[in-house]
């Protein structure tokens, strides 16, 4: 059983911050990666951030510098640091883990809204 409950979305004016977390109800050894996606309306689904077991994290190239990704073992979550933001990272974001190499499951989703 899989289970992935985010957190933290919310509205928030240009220039502020936000932090996503996402927890996951599934043993931690048999995570290979977690991150988050977001899709904005007519938009596609893109990938913004992603960190693996050994620590290796990679982001879109429109949130480096201000998007932060990083994890918790202990309490088996994932968290996206969101600073600088702007009204184009408006969108619902995704939680996603990566179990063993080739299973994904996916968060239900939290509405990130930048505007003032």
């Known amino acids: 059983q899989v289970q992935l409950v985010e957190s933290g979305g919310g509205l928030v004016q240009p220039g502020g911050s936000l932090r996503l977390s996402c927890a996951a109800s599934l043993s931690p050894f048999s995570i290979f990666a977690m991150g988050w996606y977001r899709q904005a309306p007519g938009k596609v689904r893109e990938l913004v951030a992603t960190i693996t077991t050994g620590g290796n994290t990679n982001y879109l190239d429109s949130v480096k510098g201000r998007f932060t990704i990083s994890r918790d073992n202990a309490k088996n979550t994932v968290y996206l640091q969101m600073n600088s933001l702007k009204p184009e990272d408006t969108a619902v974001y995704l939680c996603?883990?990566?179990?063993?190499?080739?299973?994904?499951?996916w968060g239900q989703g939290t509405q990130v809204t930048v505007s003032s």
């Open positions: 996603y883990v990566l179990k063993g190499a080739t299973q994904k499951y």
